[in-house]
C-alpha cells in the first residue's frame, strides 16, 4: 500500500516564508510525477506546481516567482519552498502523485493547512 504524508504546513505573516514537504512510502517501483494542489472551503482543488521525474517543473501562474518544487528521488519526497505568502495563497496544501506500484495509480496526501495572516 502506498501512502503520501505531507508536513511543513502553519501560519505566517504575509511576505514569510514556509516550506511544504510530501514523503511517499510503501511498495514502490518508481515515481513519475509528484505534484501540489490547494484548496479553500467552497472552492476547487486548484494546480499549484508540479516535477516530473526528470526534474522538469511547472507552476500555476499565481505562483510563479515565488514558490519553487523540488524533489528528492532517493528519498521519494518533494518539497514546496513557498516564499513571499500572500493571504491568497492560504489554504490546505495536498501532496498528489502518480505511483508505479505493480500498476501506475494516482494518489492524494492528506492536506496540510497554510494560513497567511497578519
Known amino acids: 500500500q502506498v501512502q503520501l504524508v505531507e508536513s511543513g504546513g502553519g501560519l505566517v505573516q504575509p511576505g514569510g516564508s514556509l516550506r511544504l514537504s510530501c514523503t511517499a512510502s510503501g511498495s514502490i517501483f518508481s515515481i513519475t510525477t509528484m505534484a501540489w494542489y490547494r484548496q479553500t472551503p467552497g472552492k476547487q482543488r486548484d494546480f499549484v506546481a508540479r516535477i516530473l521525474r526528470g526534474g522538469t517543473t511547472s507552476y500555476a501562474n499565481s505562483v510563479k516567482g515565488r514558490f519553487t518544487i523540488s524533489g528528492d528521488n532517493a528519498k521519494n519526497t518533494v518539497y514546496l519552498q513557498m516564499n513571499n505568502l500572500k493571504p491568497e495563497d492560504t489554504g490546505v496544501y495536498y501532496c498528489?502523485?502518480?505511483?508505479?506500484?505493480?500498476?501506475?495509480?494516482?494518489?492524494w496526501g492528506q492536506g496540510t493547512q497554510v494560513t497567511v495572516s497578519s
Open positions: 498528489n502523485a502518480d505511483i508505479l506500484s505493480g500498476r501506475l495509480n494516482n494518489y
